[in-house]
């Protein structure tokens, strides 16, 4: 019996077996972790995999279509659309999981989609310690941007001086009916018919010559904005000047104060001073249709038929007031010499920077019709930067023109 005993007590302080013994141990706690690393490893690829097709799937479905569109079905065609995205960047079976569909939310009060997805990894590994599987999720919740809402004012400023009676080459159509057509194309493009109307868009227009012939304020109606167009008349002398300062005040929010020149009331023909301002637009001219200020993004669109600033000698103001010995032209036309006309820069460009500076907008300068060698140089130096004046020897040039300054006011958008 001491025999036996002595070889057990010798084989338990014996490091030879023991070392073996300790060797199977640790092999089997290495296969284990090496497992669980594999399982947590394959699970976290697939709530990669989860998260990047749940993120594509709901930036899809917020893209599709605009915000405030009055499809019926638009619901189920942003689901349908993140439902296709999600399976394309996800595929089933992937990592061999059997992938469940995402669910889908949509707010169309507040303009979200919530995208979110969960999975249930299968484990081969750490299942031998009662881990069967290992659960993962994804959420996505994005705005959605609204494509239809650009967000500006646009004034359009327009010489309506006695050359605008003039035909055009081709088509026989006078210079202001023809630019009258562009302006109503572009009030078109800014207005869209399938769009509800946008209370952060609004367009105003001033026509001048000698005067301030026709001024209507800011608006986001659409028929209003037309109704702008037909008045528009022909009448003499060039003033441009007169017609920035009546743009800077729309512009800028200060158009309630804003009063025609005093000789325009006082020495001119009624039909060429009726300065309707205001026209439909509420008192507050400084508010948008919801209350907010006035656009931090403003343009102003200038366009004339080649002269600007021809006035009868003397033309610098001096600050007396009296129109007569300021403008003889307008008083009588036989009180100025034939060619005894002066052009106005200095006048012309104090208007072009407060519109620039002060009122901090955006100012095109165009040319219809003919471009004046003499004023070319003024009217580069009036515009915001040189790439912002155009020539527009006919109608679908300017049409172009037009259309092209739309596109990039379209490019400013209301971000929530």
């Known amino acids: 019996m001491k025999k036996p005993m002595k070889k057990l007590i010798s084989l338990l302080y014996s490091n030879t077996g023991n070392v073996l013994i300790m060797t199977g141990v640790f092999i089997l706690i290495i296969f284990a972790i090496a497992g669980a690393g594999i399982d947590f490893g394959r699970a976290q690829l697939v709530q990669m995999k989860e998260q990047q097709a749940s ?15 009055v499809n019926p079905d638009e619901n189920t065609i942003r689901e349908a659309t993140a439902q296709r995205y999600y399976n394309l960047n996800f595929p089933v079976k992937y990592l061999g999981v059997t992938r469940e569909d995402p669910t889908y939310n949509f707010n169309k009060a507040n303009g979200t989609i919530v995208v979110s997805s969960s999975q249930n990894v299968k484990t081969n590994y750490i299942n031998t310690i009662g881990r069967d ?14 494509k239809n809402m650009p967000d500006f004012d646009v004034v359009m400023v327009v010489d309506v001086s006695g050359s605008t009676n003039e ?3 081709v088509t026989g159509i006078s210079r202001l009916e023809t630019e009258k057509a562009a302006i109503n194309d572009m009030i ?17 227009v001033v026509a001048h010559s000698g005067a301030i012939n026709n001024a209507y304020g800011l608006t986001s109606d659409k028929v209003q904005a037309k109704s702008y167009i037909p008045p528009l008349d022909y009448y003499p002398f060039t003033y441009s000047h007169y017609g920035l300062e009546a743009g800077f005040n729309m512009i800028s929010g200060n158009w309630s104060s804003f009063t025609p020149p005093q000789h325009c009331i006082l020495h001119s023909p009624t039909n060429e001073c009726a300065a309707e301002r205001n026209v439909g637009v509420p008192p507050a001219v400084t508010a948008r249709d919801d209350g907010e200020k006035l656009s931090k993004v403003k343009y102003v669109v200038f366009i004339t038929d080649g002269f600007i600033m021809r006035q009868a000698a003397p033309c610098d103001e001096d600050g007396v007031g009296n129109m007569r010995i300021q403008y003889p032209a307008i008083m009588a036309d036989d ?13 012309f460009y104090e208007q072009c920077d407060k519109i620039k500076n002060d009122a901090k907008a955006t100012l095109y300068t165009i040319n219809f019709a003919q471009e004046d060698k003499g004023d070319v140089d003024p009217m580069k130096a009036c515009a915001s ?8 020897p006919d109608g679908n040039t300017l049409r172009n023109i037009l259309s092209g300054i739309v596109k990039k006011a379209n490019k400013v958008r209301i971000t929530e």
């Open 335 to 347: 009180v100025a010499a034939p060619g005894d006309t002066c052009r106005n820069y200095r006048k």
């Open 188 to 204: 078109e493009s800014l207005f869209p018919d399938n769009q509800p109307v946008n209370p952060n868009l609004r367009m105003g």
């Open 133 to 146: 599987s290992l659960d993962v999720a994804s959420r996505t919740a994005v705005k959605i941007p609204n």
């Open 385 to 392: 930067s040189e790439d912002k004046y155009f020539y527009a």
């Open 55 to 69: 993120d594509i799937a709901t930036l899809a479905a917020a893209n599709v279509l605009d915000k405030d569109t």
């Open 167 to 169: 035909p055009m080459p």
